[in-house]
Nanobody, 125 residues
Framework: QVQLVESGGGLVQAGGSLRLSCAAS????????VGWFRQAPGKEREFVAR????????VYADSVKGRFTISRDYAKNMVFLQMNSLKPEDTAIYYC??????????????????WGQGTQVTVSS
């Protein structure tokens, strides 16, 4: 099972940027996918973005398209989420998660196998 550790959260003003990192270790398959999800207080965990490890294919939620970019560093086993033009509604705990099924671009939280502990992102207005 993949172990994941997020970092990079913090407090930023609206319009600002943050970059989240997710360090992955212990993967047993040659190909898998990593997704970013977020959960705001009182709301369900929602999909943000996903990247397939081998070919870097990406999927984004409509709410972040054009503002967020997911990428990976193959050599360092790291996945990043660059967040630009942040809005107060982006405030949430952000989680990275691993999906052993790399082929289907899944966006539901229950379909992911491993989760990090989360990192808080707060955007002030």
């Amino acid at each position: 099972q993949v172990q994941l550790v997020e970092s990079g959260g913090g407090l930023v003003q609206a319009g600002g940027s943050l970059r989240l990192s997710c360090a992955a270790s212990g993967r047993s398959s040659s190909d898998y996918a990593v997704g970013w999800f977020r959960q705001a207080p009182g709301k369900e965990r929602e999909f943000v973005a996903r990247i397939r490890w081998n070919n870097a294919d990406t999927v984004y939620a409509d709410s972040v398209k054009g503002r967020f970019t997911i990428s990976r560093d193959y050599a360092k086993n790291m996945v990043f989420l660059q967040m630009n033009s942040l809005k107060p509604e982006d405030t949430a705990i952000y989680y990275c998660a691993a999906d052993r099924n790399a082929y289907t671009p899944r966006v539901r939280a229950y379909e992911y196998d491993s989760w990090g502990q989360g990192t808080q992102v707060t955007v002030s207005s």
